[in-house]
């Protein structure tokens, strides 16, 4: 690694989330964090949110922090009122209300199905400090898809149809892995949660993803993507959907996102993905 990716190191942090922990979960954190270190050659520090005392992992820059209150996230943002309990899987928007992020530069966020295969310098270096969220696009969902999870019935697409972030891809935006500024960071988050609220109180069916692809397509909130041949969906040749993103190669994939599938599923493939670099089991 170069001076200045080592620098990169102690200058950004990496977050994750592991909430309604079991074992098979614990194992994915595990190789994850394995993964950042031995592929990424990330040595700085990584923050893990976990509804468990004792995180799954033992890494001496583990950053460990226990979210108690796993029957709901307490909003401490003052402007949403009157006090709101939002359910745990939207606690992305919500992490730096836990942790202090602001001793960093640049904070990269992966679920934690998701394995690093090369180098995570590039990615920091790719990302604007000022008010631009990075994130990467799903692989094989398009943005008009009911089942997909992107937006929320009667949003109105037409109107955003020449927004950059349409654009850039057939595929609607995957929260499962982003980066951002700090100094930016309730910027980009408070809206987010914002939305989340909205759209929970007017009764629709939503995840944390749907918010974040309304916010990107209105340009409440500033997007830029990843390159598409960042991150690479090892499950999309098994399953009925092909891969719609317009990838110029398939030779520098950073991130393999397990994605979707049962957390028993993807622990299995991402033990053997780790052994192989596949998941066919065969060198």
């Not at 994130?135 to 149809?161: I, M, Q, T, V």
């Amino acid at each position: 690694m170069t001076r200045k990716h080592l620098e990169s190191s102690e200058n950004n942090v990496i977050a994750l989330i592991c909430l309604a922990t079991d074992r098979h979960k614990q194992g994915m954190i595990r190789l994850v964090v394995k993964s950042i270190r031995e592929k990424g050659g990330f040595s700085g520090d990584i923050v893990l949110f976990s509804d468990t005392p004792d995180p799954p992992v033992r890494d001496p820059r583990l950053v460990p922090v226990h979210v108690t209150r796993f029957d709901g996230i307490p909003c401490y943002d003052t402007e949403i009122t009157p006090p709101y309990r939002f359910p745990p899987t939207f606690f992305k928007p919500f992490m730096g209300l836990y942790h202090d992020f602001s001793r960093y530069r640049r904070l990269l966020y992966m679920d934690f199905d998701v394995l690093v295969g090369a180098p995570l310098g590039p990615v920091f270096d790719f990302m604007e400090t000022k008010e631009t969220l990075h994130f990467s696009y799903a692989a094989r969902r398009c943005w008009e898809d009911a089942g997909a999870n992107f937006l929320s019935p009667g949003f109105d697409l037409d109107k955003h149809r020449d927004s950059d972030v349409f654009r850039s891809s057939n595929t609607g935006v995957c929260a499962g892995i982003f980066g951002l500024g700090v100094t930016s960071m309730e910027k980009i988050f408070k809206p987010w949660r914002r939305r989340i609220r909205k759209l929970v109180e007017e009764g629709l069916p939503i995840g944390d993803q749907i918010p974040l692809n309304e916010l990107l397509l209105m340009g409440t909130v500033k997007g830029k993507g990843f390159p598409h041949e960042w991150v690479d969906y090892p499950f999309t040749p098994m399953t009925p959907y092909r891969e719609m993103r317009p990838l110029k190669s398939e030779d520098g994939f950073i991130f393999h996102h397990f994605n979707p599938g049962a957390a028993r599923t993807k622990l299995n493939y991402m033990k053997i993905f780790t052994a192989f670099g596949n998941i066919t089991g065969k060198g």
